[in-house]
């Protein structure tokens, strides 16, 4: 692989071109945009950084989807942020037109490429990708559960106080307010989370998690997080473009696992040079899976709120 575009040269999109930069990960990076002279010059900038990082990478900023031309890997974060008060859902039918738009181009320029998606509300988002597209399901992925997970671990490592590089855990589900930490998967160094700390303490982490998002947003007032969110999505990058294999949670279409089908849901996945090489089944409690279900209905219930929009 020796080609990406992202499409979005906001903070989160300009953060990405910037990380993957540095890692030296591939030969060219195409940060396109709307608007004039952003994308050109956000391009510069990190370009202009390369003789201090030491990266041969090379980098443009572009408003024409024809320098996209044969990516291998396309990340969507075009479309609006939240504003305090906001849910993700209310961005729903702003950046469905937007995500169209965008993909429509995709299918045009970039035919083989992998989608990873950004935008939110993400799962229905990655939905729109899918439908538009048409293209295989391992080829579209939504990024939601690796950002959701290392909340989980931050805070956990710091109520703690340890490194988070002990903590491990899954946060499934939708990207929202009914995403679903694991706990019988969620361990300090291997020692259960239920006995390092009370399940009311656990509680209140999983509350923070599932509240990260606005926490953020509430600080911001006018955007939303990005360095995170362009960490997270790194990570799915390189396990593709490495072949890494990782076992990460990340938003696919499922068709049954999990009993579940006609829906993008955060699962464990293994990614590599094919994107979704694998979707891993896990044990799940009655509780967990009841959980489970509960979050894709919901995301379920924005699909259908398109009404036809595709």
Known sequence: MHKISIIGAGNIGSTIAYLLTNKQLVKEIVL????EGIPQGKALDILESTPIELSDTKIIGTNDYINT??????IITAGLTRKPGMSRNDLLFTNVEIVKSVTEKIVTFSPQSIILMVSNPLDVMAYVALKVSSFERHRVIGMAGVLDSA?????????LNVSVNDVHTLVLGGHGDSMVPLLNYTSVNGIPIKE???????????ERTRNGGIEIVNYLRTGSAYYAPAASTLEMI??????????LP????LEGEYGLADTFCGVPVKLGRNGVEEII????SDDELESLHKSASEVKENIKALNGKL
């Open 32 to 35: 396109l945009d709307i608007l």
């Open 69 to 74: 031309s044969s990516s291998d890997i396309i």
């Open 151 to 159: 909340r989980f671990r931050l805070f956990i490592a710091n109520e």
């Open 196 to 206: 390092m700390l009370p399940l009311p303490k656990i509680n209140k982490l999983i």
């Open 238 to 247: 390189e396990s593709i473009i490495k072949n890494q294999n990782k076992i």
């Open 250 to 253: 990340c938003s696919v279409w």
């Open 281 to 284: 089944i896990l044990n799940l």
